[in-house]
Structures are given as C-alpha cells and as structure tokens.
C-alpha cells in the first residue's frame, strides 16, 4: 500500500497510516491494536471502556457509533480520516447537474463544450473541453473549471480547442 509498509500474517499493514482491507470498524480498530502492540485488555483501559466492547467490536458483532470508534482510535494512539469518495461518472454527474452546468458556460465566453470521450470513470474528474469566442483571453475563462467543479462535485479539468471532434459528446453549445 505505502512505501515501505507490510503486511503480517492477519493482513494488518504496519506503515505511516492505519489502513484496513473492507474498512470495517473491526478490521480498523484491529489494525490499530496491532500496530501499537496493545492487548485488547490494555486499550480498553486506556478508552475507558470494558474489555467485552473492544472484543464484540473486532470480532463484527457489534458496530460501533463514531463517537465510539473515535475514542478507541484515539486511545491507541490514532486519529479517524474520512474523506467522500465519487462513485458517479463524471458524465452522470453532467447529465443531473446539466442545467446548472449550462448556466455556468453561459457566463463565460464559450460557444461550445464537449466531451472528449475519454476517462469517464467514477474515480476520475471531468475532462472537458471548450472552444472560446474568438478574441477572448485566457483570463476570461480561468475559473470555470472551479466554478463547475463545485457544481458537479468532482474535479473539472478544462481545455480550449478550436474544433470539435465529430464523435464527441455535445454538452453546450451558444445558440448564435
């Protein structure tokens, strides 16, 4: 995963994070155990907690709230990161934001915009590219790539090309 980092035999990884395999609860405050060498017995003194919830937590009969989880990770010695992860394309995320999106390129001097056809995974941003008004500077349009990202969502990578493929998909185009 990181470099430098192993993995024992239970598939907990020792590294600079704490990382665990599903991202359950229990594999999580496992791997966190683990890495500080701390009994079950020994983190639920230091949480403040019977030992039982540690063990119903790591053996998955128990969920804990977050709060919980929390004063666990702390009591070994970690910190709970979370971050929202996109799991639309980024075409769907154009096709339910499309008329907000269209509001956006009005304001800019673009006569059209398409996609190029590429890259259209969850995991990636939007590859967008444009054609401007001609005479208009790059300045003009050096925030819409922010200005629709916060309105799809995902990250929003702009470029300006003269023409347009002719497979590409059409996504706004200034009626003359």
């Known amino acids: 995963m990181g470099g430098g980092a192993t993995t024992n035999s239970e598939g907990i990884e020792s590294g600079s994070a704490v990382t665990a395999t599903g ?6 405050l496992a791997a966190a155990r683990a890495r500080r060498r ?3 017995r020994e983190l639920a003194r230091l949480a403040g ?3 039982s919830t540690v063990a119903t937590i790591e053996a998955g009969r128990r969920q804990p709230s977050v709060a919980m989880l929390e ?6 010695g970690f910190r709970l990161a979370t971050d ?3 799991t639309l394309r980024p075409s769907e995320l154009l096709a339910r934001y499309h008329r907000s999106a269209r509001e956006v390129l009005a304001r800019y001097p673009v006569t059209r915009a398409w996609l190029p056809g590429s890259g259209d995974r969850a995991d ?3 590859d967008l590219v444009v054609a ?11 925030g819409l790539g922010e200005e629709l990202s916060g309105v799809l969502g995902c990250p929003v990578t702009i470029t300006t090309r003269a023409r347009s493929p002719e ?10």
């Open 132 to 142: 401007v008004r001609p005479g208009a500077r790059a300045a003009e349009v050096a």
């Open 49 to 51: 907690v019977p030992q």
């Open 38 to 40: 701390l009994s079950q």
């Open 23 to 28: 991202g359950t609860a229990a594999r999580l």
């Open 167 to 176: 497979d590409a998909a059409l996504v706004f185009e200034r009626n003359p």
């Open 84 to 86: 929202l992860v996109n």
């Open 124 to 126: 990636s941003g939007l």
């Open 71 to 76: 004063r666990l990770l702390h009591a070994a």
